[in-house]
C-alpha cells in the first residue's frame, strides 16, 4: 500500500466522496458464490427464480455486499490501518442484481469524529452505495469505520477537551435516519478542508 | 424444500427464537474469501495481521455475514417463499472472526407485521447473533424480511382495515434501539400461536 496515499482521521471531511470502478456479475460466480452462503431457489434454478418475487435469477444480497467491499478497497478512500468497519446504521437492498449486472459504487463521508476513549483513533460515517449498470441502487448503506488518527504531535487537529464525552454528531447529508444528539458538534467542522 | 414446514406470516410470534448447526471457518477459505472481495492485510497475511488492529489473521466480515445467512437458511426458520431480506436495521461486528473458530446463529423474532400496500405479504423483523466457539457475538444485526401471508380465505389473520395505514411497530425484545412509533400495535399480536 502506498504510504503517501493513506488518510488519517483529520484528513476526511464531510462532503468528500469517493467512486469506484466497476465489476460485472458473472452467472457463474453468482450461482457458487449462493451455492456456498446462500442455497435459494431463486439464486440457483432459472426457472424457479421466474416463480419467484424476483422474476428471474438473481446474486445473493451478501455477494453484492461483498463485491461493494472490493470496490470500496479499491477506492482512494484507503484510509490509514485499513477499511474497518465497526458496524452499519442501516443497509437497505433496493433492487435485484442480476447475472451479467456491473456493479461500482459511490460513498460520501457524512461524518467525522475522534474517539473519546481511544485517543489514537476516531470513526468516519459513510453512505454508501453501490449502483448497477443503469444507475439504480442495488445495495445502500451507512457505515461507521474505525480510522488512526495522525500523531497529535504533528499539525493535525487537537483535541484539548478530549476527555468530556463525544455523543454521535449529525452532519450534511444524513438526512435519511436522524441521529441523536442532533446538534453538530463544532469541533468536528474543524477536520474540514 | 419441505411445503409442510414452511411458515406464512401468520405462523410467526414475536418471541420466536431459531437456532442453526455450526459451521467452521476455515483459513484456506477465508483467505481465499479475503482475496476476492476484501484484499486487506490483516486478511491475508499472518505478520501484517498481528501489528493490525485485530492482533492476528481474520476472516472478512463480509465471510461472518455470508456465513451467517448459509446458517440461516438451514435453520427451521423457514419462510414461505424463502429468506428475502428487504435490509437490516442495524449491523455491529462486535469481535473479529478467526481462522478455525466455529459459528452458529441464535436469532428471535422481535416484529411481525403486514404489509399496508401488499395484501399478499409482511415484514418480520428478526434479531439474530452469530456467535464463535466461545458463545461470544461475533455479528448482531436486525433484519427486514418479506414473507408471504396465507390466503386471506384461510383460517388465518384478517384485516379488515388493511387500508389503515401500518407504523413501524415495537415490541418486546427489540430493547437496544426503539423504532418509532412505540405504542405496540394490538392487531400484529393476533399472529401469535
Chains 1, 2 share one sequence.
Not at 104 to 125: D, F, H, M, Y
Request: proline residues 8%; glycine residues 8%; positive net charge.
Amino acid at each position: 500500500m502506498n504510504q503517501l496515499s493513506e488518510r488519517y482521521l483529520e484528513d476526511f471531511a464531510v462532503g468528500q466522496t469517493f467512486g469506484s470502478g466497476r465489476l460485472r456479475i458473472e452467472g457463474e460466480r453468482a450461482l457458487a458464490f449462493a451455492a456456498e452462503f446462500d442455497p435459494q431457489p431463486f439464486h440457483l434454478d432459472e426457472a424457479a427464480a421466474r416463480r419467484s418475487i424476483f422474476g428471474g435469477l438473481t446474486a445473493s444480497g451478501w455477494h453484492t455486499a461483498a463485491v461493494t467491499m472490493r470496490l470500496l478497497v479499491e477506492t482512494e478512500l484507503k484510509p490509514a490501518g485499513g477499511l474497518i468497519g465497526a458496524g452499519l446504521d442501516e443497509c437497505r437492498w433496493p433492487r435485484p442484481v442480476h447475472p451479467g449486472d456491473e456493479l461500482r459504487v459511490e460513498c460520501e463521508v457524512i461524518a467525522v469524529r475522534p474517539s473519546k476513549s481511544r485517543p489514537a483513533q476516531g470513526l468516519i460515517k459513510l453512505r454508501t452505495t453501490t449502483l448497477n449498470q443503469h444507475d439504480e441502487a442495488v445495495l445502500v448503506y451507512v457505515v461507521n469505520m474505525v480510522v488512526q488518527r495522525r500523531s497529535e504531535a504533528g499539525e493535525a487537529l487537537r483535541h484539548p477537551t478530549e476527555d468530556r464525552p463525544f455523543g454521535k454528531v449529525v452532519l450534511a447529508g444524513d438526512a435519511q435516519r436522524p441521529l441523536s444528539p442532533q446538534k453538530p458538534n463544532p469541533r468536528i467542522r474543524k477536520a474540514g478542508p
